[in-house]
């Protein structure tokens, strides 16, 4: 019997559902012997969206995006030192753009065969449901995606 799953892609958003779909693609990963990256997506998007509305100045768009290029780094580091202590080897990624179409294309392009995703939370209206890049990911991506919800499980079999 062939391996089901040989590239995963885990996509990581800092949100603590997101924390546990990391987690449990590292044991995932590790059981089937898998490839296994790691995303962040800086979406500039959306702060490009925020300038147009007035929301916030040119330069307050710099100085948010740079944060979050430091929370991807951040908790890519937290990713790697996860995956070290599981053995499994990962391929950290911090890209920018609209996420759900950076990861839409880098599944194209990288022949992932299963995507994960945290538990889509704090959704409080059709529009917010909309406008979820976690709603998109989960609607648009060409592999199969495997939602993660139970948190505590999730984090006590990883220990």
Not at 56 to 66: A, P, S
């Amino acid at each position: 019997m062939a391996v089901p799953f040989k590239h995963i892609l885990v996509y990581i958003d800092g949100s603590e559902e997101s924390m546990s779909a990391m987690m449990y693609s590292i044991l995932l990963a590790k059981t089937n012997k898998a490839k296994l990256d790691v995303m962040y997506v800086v979406n500039t998007r959306a702060l490009s969206d925020l300038v147009k509305a007035g929301i916030f100045l040119d330069m307050e768009r710099t100085e948010y995006q740079l944060d979050l290029q430091n929370d991807a780094k951040r908790y890519l580091k937290h990713a790697t030192k996860l995956a070290a202590m599981k053995e499994v080897e990962i391929e950290c990624l911090v890209e920018e753009g609209s996420a759900h179409r950076v990861v839409r294309e880098y599944i194209k392009k990288n022949d992932v065969d299963l995507l994960l995703l945290g538990g889509i939370s704090g959704i409080r209206s059709r529009r917010d449901e909309l406008n979820s890049e976690t709603d998109r990911m989960l609607r648009t991506v060409s592999c199969p995606v495997l939602v993660i919800k139970d948190d505590e499980d999730i984090w006590q079999e990883f220990e």
